[in-house]
């Protein structure tokens, strides 16, 4: 193992900079999703070659495992309301259980996904290695999504729609058992980045919730500097720093064809690159999951160079 030291930069180290390994998970599920393909996404990922760009950047890497959910046609899909649930509780306990351990160890978590869903474990894993701490966590949940579904409000009934109010304390109490605590984050604590294809019953789910939703509208009002800034002050505040969720339909599928759920009128390779320089520069990154990269959407990969590029970024990577 390559002993790891952080790349300079001109605003302070990283938080990922102290010293850390990178531990790299991959789980490879599209159980949550409506379509096939996601569950390729960390291949892609490797393809791209990010572990390669991860010790470019000075850091070491460390290979934390591969969670295999399986296929959508060899397992019984379940209550319409939530599909496929039994089976990614599972995939979520695997996961949560190996990023506890990487983390026990000091390691940095990147996790390569996968659905969305997936975050039901990793998250909460991130969020239960700081509690034991007693110290919260912040969540910036960045997506064209706020995935605030339940059961019977989920109008699909995907899981990766309800992964964050999961996250948050509100669906499905089974795979938030997961965590240590429900919620295993506190909604004041997240904010959403790049929302702007909520559910109407979601709506509801997510005023009720108090999280704080940057939609795409605001963010064009407002300009992405001003609302990035406040979004990382408010889940810095009180917290022992955050994790970061970063699904990629978040940007516009002109720049990011491969992806689970595209929504038009996204983040551009520039913005999204701006979210995670400021993630970096923040020093309070905690852990980073890439999500929703579907390979049989993309052209000749270019999503996954994308999802790369963003990984470097957010781990500290400057022009400059
Ligand atoms: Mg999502
Ligand atoms: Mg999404």
Not at 70 to 83: D, N, S, W
Not at 95 to 108: E, I, P, Q
């Amino acid at each position: 193992m390559k002993a790891t030291s952080a790349p300079s930069r001109g605003e302070g180290r990283t938080r990922v900079g102290e010293g850390r390994e990178v531990g790299i998970l991959s789980v490879s599920m599209d159980l949550g999703a409506g379509r096939r393909g996601v569950d390729m996404g960390p291949s892609a990922l490797r393809i791209a070659g990010v572990a390669q760009a991860i010790e470019r950047l000075g850091y070491g890497v460390r290979e934390i495992g591969t969670v295999h959910a399986p296929g959508q046609e060899e397992v019984e899909e379940g209550e319409a309301v939530a599909r496929y649930l039994a089976h990614i509780t599972e995939v979520c306990r695997q996961s949560h259980s190996l990023l506890r351990g990487a983390l026990a160890d000091g390691v940095f978590p990147l996790v390569l996904g996968g659905d969305h869903s997936l975050t039901m474990g990793t998250g909460a894993a991130v969020a239960d290695h700081y509690r034991d701490r007693d110290q919260p966590i912040g969540l910036l949940w960045v997506d064209a999504h706020t995935d605030m579904n339940e059961p019977g409000i989920s109008p699909s009934g995907n899981v990766h729609g309800m992964s964050l109010s999961v996250l948050t304390g509100r669906g499905l109490p089974s795979i938030a058992a997961l965590a240590s605590a429900r919620p295993a984050i506190d909604p004041r604590h997240v904010a959403v980045l790049g929302a702007r294809q909520i559910d109407p019953r979601e709506r509801e789910a997510v005023r009720e919730a108090g999280i704080r939703v940057f939609t795409m509208s605001e963010v064009d009002e407002r300009g992405l500097t001003s609302c990035v800034d406040e979004a990382i002050r408010r889940i810095s505040d009180g917290t022992a720093g955050f994790h970061v969720s970063f699904d990629l339909d978040a940007l516009d599928p002109m720049e990011a064809p491969g992806v689970g759920t595209p929504v038009p009128g996204g983040f551009t390779y520039r913005e999204a690159h701006l979210i995670c320089e400021k993630v970096a520069s923040s020093g309070g990154l905690l852990g980073f999951e890439l999500v929703e990269l579907n390979p049989v959407l993309d052209a000749g990969n270019v999503t996954a160079q994308v999802g790369l590029r963003l990984i470097e970024s957010a781990l500290g990577k400057t022009i400059l």
